[in-house]
């Protein structure tokens, strides 16, 4: 079965540090995947995809096939970027499987 | 981006009550809309998946006939949560997908529904 892993529950870094989330997915096929987030008290929104290639907000995700990761990262985290941040893996279908979550803070 | 709306965005029912949310696309044609389930702390499941005009694919796991789902329209899609027990309380949240976009589905700001 298709499975998408973050494995931290919770990544809390300073203002102006690196920030890595992690996801690692298992699928059968040729991935499509995709990094969303959710800020306070508002609705999931898409933050970027790996087709596209592009960087969103300063964040970057680069597909890795080899090592099945698509992690997130951003090299100066801003107090605005706390959030909970989700991976997704499109499935046959257009069907979205989400990872567990990771909740990002940023302390200034 | 494109808007999907949610109404109501909370409800409080009785067990044994049936209960109707709808999601609406505001500024585009959904050919295809998602429903989530959302509990405390945990991601979003996906329960179902509506084609508009024909009949909802549900996931392995999702009674059919306890969430019933009707896409009537490009704009409109209802999950009805039929005879609610308070273990189906729980943030559900839909989304929609235009045929045009780039796999990309946008989501509602969800309903919590609570089942005393």
């Known amino acids: 079965a298709q499975r998408v892993t973050q494995p931290e529950k919770l990544l809390s870094v300073f203002k102006g540090a690196p920030v890595e989330l992690k996801c690692n997915y298992s699928y059968s096929g040729s991935p499509e995947l995709f990094w969303y987030v959710q800020y306070s008290r508002q609705r999931l929104q898409l933050l970027l995809r790996?087709?596209s290639r592009e960087s969103i907000k300063g964040f970057t995700a680069d597909l890795n096939k080899g090592e099945t990761s698509f992690h997130l990262k951003k090299p100066f985290a801003q107090e605005e970027d706390s959030a909970m941040y989700y991976c997704a893996l499109m499935e046959y279908g257009n069907k979205l499987v989400f990872g567990a979550g990771t909740i990002l803070r940023v302390k200034s | 981006g494109a808007v999907v709306s949610q109404h109501p965005s909370w409800v409080i029912c009785k067990s044994g009550t049936s209960v109707k949310i709808e999601c609406r696309s505001l500024?585009?044609?959904?050919?295809?809309m998602f429903w989530y389930r959302q509990f405390p702390k945990q991601s979003l499941m996906l329960m179902a998946t509506s084609n508009e005009g024909s009949k909802a694919t549900y996931e392995q796991g999702v009674e059919k006939d306890k969430f019933l789902i009707n896409h009537a329209s490009l704009t409109l899609s209802t999950l009805t949560v039929t005879s609610a027990h308070p273990e189906d309380s729980s943030f559900y949240i839909c989304?929609?997908?235009?045929?045009?976009?780039?796999?990309?589905?946008?989501f509602g700001p969800g309903t919590r529904l609570t089942v005393l």
């Open positions: 989304s929609g997908r235009a045929g045009s976009s780039y796999n990309e589905q946008f």
């Open positions: 790996h087709i």
């Open positions: 500024d585009f044609q959904a050919t295809t």
